[in-house]
DNA sequence: CTCTTTGCAAAAGTTTTGCACGCTC
DNA sequence: GAGCGTGCAAAACTTTTGCAAAGAG
């Protein structure tokens, strides 16, 4: 994540709750830093999981509306993993593609490529479509599960 | 689609469920017709919905065992469609890319461009991953919905 | 002080499992 | 006929909802 930090990012976040005028709360707050924290992209049971083994306490509702509330602002999307699909996943600025490693979960973001656009251009003269939208994921080995032979430990269903 | 029917199609994975020591049942090729024969990607229990309209009935577990059999043998796959993704999408020969309708939720399946295995090239060199496999999805609007101006009729969540 | 947000518990919905019977090969 | 596959019903799990109380602004 470059340059940016974790920390930086949640409290981007928060900024824009305030200016959507939601209020800034405790289980807000560490639903946001649970989920700009981890290296993979979590399940909602995930998240609240991760919430048990901190200090403060956490409903389950609490964190599916607290999903909910991030995705309506884009702050967050629902990555597509082998085996399940509902991975929380933080929205970085500009247009990025995803590399998920099928060994260990872990999400790498990958800048966005002009090459694509001209795909999508060619696809919309092909099918007729407006093209809105694209989701580009990658799914492999990061350098560690490579280096370990991977495959050995697949992604749990999440 | 193109040349090939959805009937042919059937008739190819009834054949492929044999090879593989699967009994071709009543229920099985229910299921599989009413996923060939959709315009959209379905869910299980659209995909149990669809049934009860036919005349033939059909468990709601037999629906989830076909489909996981079905995706085991690749001739399927889960589509991320906008708002959820547990869309069962029949898997065509070689690789192909979709475009999913926003408005309406019918998915063409677009063919694959080598643009693309460049850029893996570069996500390659840039990462150190190792992909292995990769998912480009559209999302837009086809020219029917199109023309009506779009988004009046948003996909079920699904 | 107002009114949003919370946790809980119940409800609704989805997916999986066990089992006796039926059907494919 | 042997044994896989079925429907049913129960269980397990996930997600949503209603409500009184707590807490942010």
Chains 1, 2 share one sequence.
């Not at 981007?12 to 939601?22: I, K, N, V």
């Not at 807000?28 to 992209?41: D, F, G, N, P």
């Not at 399940?84 to 590399?99: E, Q, T």
């Not at 999400?107 to 809105?132: C, F, S």
């Amino acid at each position: 994540m470059n340059s940016i930090s974790d920390r930086d990012i949640a409290e981007a976040w928060t900024q824009t709750l305030r200016e959507h005028g939601y209020r800034v709360t405790g289980p807000r707050k560490l639903v946001m830093e649970i989920i700009t924290s981890s290296a993979s992209a979590l399940t909602p049971q995930e998240i609240y999981q991760a919430s048990l083994e901190k200090d403060r306490s956490l409903g389950i509702a609490s964190v599916y509306r607290t999903v909910d509330m991030l995705t309506e602002l884009e702050l967050v999307e629902h990555i597509h993993q082998p085996g399940g699909c509902h991975g929380i996943w933080p929205v970085f600025k500009g247009h990025n593609h995803h590399l998920v490693c099928s060994d260990c979960g872990q999400v790498r973001v990958v800048p966005g490529e002009e090459g694509i656009e001209q795909y999508i251009q060619k696809v919309e003269d092909l099918t007729g479509y407006r093209v809105d939208e694209h989701w580009l994921q990658f799914i492999g080995l990061c350098t560690i599960c490579k280096r370990k032979g991977g495959q050995e430990n697949p992604l749990e269903t999440g």
